[in-house]
């Protein structure tokens, strides 16, 4: 169980490479307000990481932090990043399916509450990436929707202190 948590650490990490290099990306694009919420997003990610981290070591288990592979950079549109961003959260919550199915196997029930915070929190990142998804495929990814759309995930606001309470302190 030890080496599959740690194994969903490089997943977090991973998965904040991912968006920050979609931040990156869309910052290029000008879309500003995009890029805002990608890097929230990668911030986000990061305290998943984190929260696997901490778990660990509450479990007197060892760290041990593999190489994680380097995000993919170049995108062929908006669209395209977003459909990118579905599909990994879709394979993060298979991953955590099955690190559930693994605690519930071996009778681990810490790990079984533990993870019981990321089933939900994969509910929400699939529905929120998909919302998004939808609207830019309305506006065909293009035109004055995007700018809307632009200014209004700029607003997007990211706080670890909300993520904390919910954790198996
Ligand atoms: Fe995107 O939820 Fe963690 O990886």
Known sequence: MCQALNEQLKWEMYSANLYLSMSGYLN????????????AQYEEETSHAMKFFDYVLKRDGDIQLETIE???QEWKDLIDVFEDSLHHESEITWRINNLMKMAKEEGDYASDIFLHWFVVEQVEEEETVRDILAKLKIIGGKGDGVLLMDKELSQRNFSRKSLKSITVE
């Open 70 to 72: 380097g995000p993919k």
């Open 28 to 39: 290029k694009l000008g879309l500003t307000g995009f890029a805002h919420w990608m890097r």
